[in-house]
Each structure stands twice: as C-alpha cells, then as structure tokens.
C-alpha cells in the first residue's frame, strides 16, 4: 500500500514538473528577433505536445486525476497559441508585394489605361518553410503562401488617385501566381505611384516609369487643341504630343489628311522652330511634342466654306508603312482605315471664318465756307474682307458749338464688296468766328462678333472772314477815277 502511494506521489511529480518548464519559452528579444521567437516556440510547443500526450496515457493509466490533466492542457493550448503567435509575426513581417509590370496603353478613342501586374514574392520565406516544415497541420492552416486583402490604387506626384476605379481589391495573393489589373487613367501621365495596402495593414508605394505596349506599334497622337477657328488668309495652330508605342527604331512621317488643297500644312518643333517633315524617338525618349499650322487662303472655296467644320486626321506613318500606303494625300481616309493600318491618328477640326476688313473713301475732306452755312461731307464705307460686317457706325467729334448730323446713322449689315455712302453734316454757330476747324472721323464695325476699326480720317472746315461790300465799291470807284483822269490827261497831251 506504502509502495502505491509513493509509486503515485512520484508520478504526479514528474507530470506537473514538464508542464511547470513548458511555459518558461518567452524571452524578452523573441519580438525583435522573430525567426529565433518562432524556433523557440516550435520547440516548446513539440515539448508540451509530447507531455500532453504523455498526460493522458497516465490519465487512462488511473495514476493522473482529470485535474490534471487539464492543466497539462492549459500548459499545451498555451504554447500553440504561441507557436502560431510567432509563425504569424514571421508571416506579416514577410510579406511582400512587388510591382513586375505597369504598361501603358491607348486605345482608339485615345484613353490611356495601364495593366499592372503584381507578385506575391515572400510565399512563407524559405528560411521559415524549413522551420516550420512544409507538412506541418498548423504551418499549412496559415496559409503562408497568401496574402488577403490587397488593396491597388495609382497616384500622382501630389498624392491624389489618378486611377478609375479608384481602388482595386484582391481577396488574396498566391505566392507563384501573379495577378493582372487594369486601370483608365483619369490624368495621361509617363509615371505613377502604386499604392499597396494588404495583409495585416502593411502598406508600399512604389514610383514606377510606365512602360508602352510595344504589341500596338504605332505613335499615339493626342493634340492639345481639338477644333480650331481661323480667319482667311491668316494661319491657326495645333500642339500636338506624340507618344510611341513601338518596341522599332522607326521614323514616322507627319502628315495631315483630308486637308483642302487650298490650306498649307506645315509641321515644326515647338523650341527650336525648325520645319519637320519626320520624327524619330531615339535615347529612351518615348514622348515628343510638335506644332502643325495650317495656312488659309484668302477666299472661301467649295471644299473651304465659311463656318462649316471641316473634320481632318493627322497620322504619324512608320517609313516602312508609306510605300504600302501609297499617296496618303491622295484619297479621302477614316479612322478605321488607320487602325486597320496600324497608324496613329487624331482627329483635328477646322472652322473658317471671314476676315472682316473696312475701308473708308472720303473724297473732300477739306472745305472752305464763308460766313454761316452748313458743311456736307460724303464718307463711302466699303467691305474689303472675306466675311459680312454688321453694325456699322460712323462717329464724329464736331468742333466747340458746332451741331453734327450723320445719316444714316447705323449700317445693320454690309456684305463681302458691299458700300454704303453715309453723309456728315457739320454747322456751325451763328457768331462763328474765321479760322480753321477740325473733326476726327471714326468707323466702327462688327466682324464675327470681334470689333473691328476703319481708318481714321480728319475733316478740315475752313471758315472765311465776312466780305466789306462798301469798302469795295469805294475802292472800285477810286481805280475807276483815276483811270479816268489819266485817260483825259492823255488825250489833252496829244491834242496839244
């Protein structure tokens, strides 16, 4: 009986002592050294899981109360709970998500998206595989190989989300198995930052070139201005930005198609000014800008009226493409054609419009008046432009006291070579006094809803002193009378 009892006393010993050493695991380093917390704990969950077992062959044995073996339980739960404890802080902190690829596109109606492609490339970690070992239950109930919850975005230099949708998710992200996104952007720009947030919070932002997709092999181009007005015989201008999608080293030549033979085009470098006819992209430069300026001529045509939109393309042609294509300018092209081509293109439009240009023929500018009368001027308004002009006015500062009438007052319309005579009177006051007066003659018109000036011209009224009626006859009277007597002394002198 003694022998049991002590048989028992020594075999509740040794069961309560490795449970009492199963929780001495924790080291105050274990959360900065984590790899060496999770070895740590690996070994004390294998020790407690050995006694629990080692508990419960007692337990049925009848040498180890229930009791007890709960608390061997507690003690085996307890460095579980810590063995995934620091099999998940060796996880988190290896997680990784790398951006493999960002390539820009544009499609025909000139949106721009990027596909971004990105990786899962930490997978658990070699070193923590070993660890934990491939086939163990609770490594593989973990699922170190994924990570959840993977949140995209794009942004720019300021931080603002420049990506529709503004936010991409993914449920999770396996090791080995990269995951492709498709993004518009709201801003057509040559970089980007991507925005990463997954896993247990952990977050990344990585600055990336966008790469062209070379499958397209064309130049996009995007002008800045879409439609344009432009007076005739005068010149309008486009910028546009050209971008290559083409892995080549081509040049491409400039043109614009469906053009009117009456309007000039010319292509040039915004800097330096200098005429191009090709563009080539060389030193890693995908982007170039240029400048086409379409030159108009003076006179509407039937291919140019006035105020209708006249829709052209600008292409930028592979030199390898021009002999397939033929004469580009010599047939009428659209926007499928091109693409079925494989040539970038934009649409541009035109919108003529006339120049107004008034002329005024004032004859008899000066005049001279004796005494009180009124002065009658005629002042011919002309249409010399391209385009019709309306309102037009002729204003006139007459001098201090004098009173001025313009008739008629207000021209309504005054179409292309059109003339319309208007007459200006002037009066003056009746105390007027002898000299001369001056009056600024100024016209004004309406050309498309812009104001436009004639020339200015400059009335001269000249007013002469009142006539002494008396004073001449008196005057008269005396030249008479000495002719006279001159005359009788003559005729006595001959007599004599």
Not at 266 to 294: K, M
Not at 467 to 486: E, M, R, S, Y
Request: glycine letters at 10%.
């Amino acid at each position: 009986m003694r022998h049991h009892a002590l048989a028992a006393a020594v075999a509740l010993l040794l069961a309560l002592m490795p449970v009492v050493g199963s929780a001495q695991f924790f080291n105050d380093r274990d959360d900065k050294y984590v790899l060496l917390g999770l070895k740590r704990a690996k070994e004390a969950y294998e020790v407690a899981k050995k006694e629990l077992e080692r508990q419960e062959e007692l337990f049925k044995s009848g040498l180890l109360s229930q009791s007890q073996l709960d608390v061997a339980r507690r003690g085996f739960a307890e460095a579980e709970v810590n063995y995934q404890q620091s099999m998940l802080a060796v996880l988190f902190e290896e997680q990784y998500v790398a951006v493999r690829a960002a390539v820009k596109r544009r499609d025909a109606a000139g949106r721009s998206s990027v596909r971004l492609r990105i990786e899962n490339t930490a997978g658990g970690g070699a070193e923590l595989r070993q660890l934990a070992g491939m086939e163990d239950p609770l490594f593989r109930s973990l699922a170190p190989d994924r990570i959840h919850d993977v949140y995209v975005s794009l942004l720019d230099d300021a931080g603002a989300i420049i990506s529709q949708p503004y936010e991409a998710k993914l449920e999770e992200l396996v090791s080995g198995r990269p995951a492709e996104l498709v993004f518009g952007l709201l801003r057509d720009l040559d970089s980007v930052t991507v925005n990463l947030t997954y896993g247990n919070g952990s977050r990344r932002q990585v600055k990336v070139f966008l790469q062209r997709d070379e499958r397209e092999n064309r130049v996009a181009v995007k002008p800045l201005q879409f439609s344009q007005e432009g007076e005739l015989g005068g010149s309008v201008g486009y910028d546009l930005d050209l971008e290559q999608f083409s892995g080549g080293g081509d040049s491409y030549r400039l043109a614009v198609l469906n053009l009117p033979p009456e309007v000039h085009a010319t292509f040039s470098d915004p800097q330096s000014e200098a005429r191009l006819r090709q563009i080539r992209f060389e030193g890693g430069v995908d982007t170039r800008r240029a400048r086409l300026t379409l030159e108009l001529p003076d006179r509407p045509s039937e291919r140019l009226p006035l105020g209708t939109p006249q829709e052209l393309l600008v292409v930028a042609v592979a030199e390898r493409q021009v002999v397939a294509l033929g004469d580009l300018e010599a047939r009428r092209w659209s926007g499928p054609e091109l693409d079925a081509a494989g040539v970038g293109w934009a649409r541009l439009e035109l919108v003529a419009r006339g120049a107004g240009k008034l002329r005024v023929n004032a004859p008899q500018l000066f005049q001279r008046i004796e005494g009180v009368r009124p002065v009658k001027v005629a002042v011919d308004l002309k249409n010399d432009g391209t385009g019709e002009l309306r309102n037009l006015t002729l204003e006139l500062e007459p001098p201090l006291g004098w009173r001025r009438e313009i008739d008629p007052a207000l021209v309504p319309v005054l179409r292309v070579g059109g003339e319309q005579r208007i007459t200006v009177t002037l009066v003056p006051p009746a105390d007027v006094p002898a000299g001369r007066y001056e009056a600024r003659l100024e016209s004004h018109a309406l050309a498309d809803g812009k104001p436009i000036d004639g020339e200015d011209k400059l009335l001269t009224v000249e007013v002469a002193p009142p006539v002494n009626l008396g004073g001449t006859v008196a005057l008269l009277g005396g030249i008479l009378a000495v002719v006279g007597g001159l005359v009788v002394f003559g005729v006595k002198l001959t007599r004599r």
